[in-house]
Nanobody, 120 residues
Framework: QGRLAESGGGLVQAGGSLTLSCAASGRYSMGWFRQAPGKEREVVACLSWGGSTTYYADSVKGRFTISRDNAKNTVYLQMNSLKPEDTAIYYC?????????????????WGQGTQVTVSS
């Protein structure tokens, strides 16, 4: 394990939906982070290895859902009711911690990022 691969980004109108996927094999907790132009990287959502514990940033609660299918080695981020302020590069990350962490420094492996653009 050392490489993550995101997919599913794109251009969508405000109010629309996108699902991001991240191919990630191994026993890790997972997180989605994002970075908008001129801003620092911020956590979006996290999920424990077993899938029983989640964390969401306040800005996405009720709109985004993180999930995983360990049989398929894939982590998902379902994004609904998208807003222009959700526009950013979204990164998938893996942590050796089996419990979740919202701190980016706890994550050892990162994908290359996928662009999400929400038009108003």
């Amino acid at each position: 394990q050392g490489r993550l691969a995101e997919s599913g980004g794109g251009l969508v109108q405000a109010g629309g939906s996108l699902t991001l996927s991240c191919a990630a094999s191994g026993r890790y907790s997972m997180g989605w982070f994002r970075q908008a132009p001129g801003k620092e990287r911020e956590v979006v959502a996290c999920l424990s290895w077993g899938g029983s514990t989640t964390y969401y940033a306040d800005s996405v609660k009720g709109r985004f859902t993180i999930s995983r299918d360990n049989a398929k080695n894939t982590v998902y981020l379902q994004m609904n009711s998208l807003k222009p302020e959700d526009t950013a590069i979204y990164y998938c990350a893996a942590s050796r911690r089996l419990t979740i962490s919202s701190t980016s420094t706890e994550y050892s492996y990162w994908g290359q990022g996928t662009q999400v653009t929400v038009s108003s």
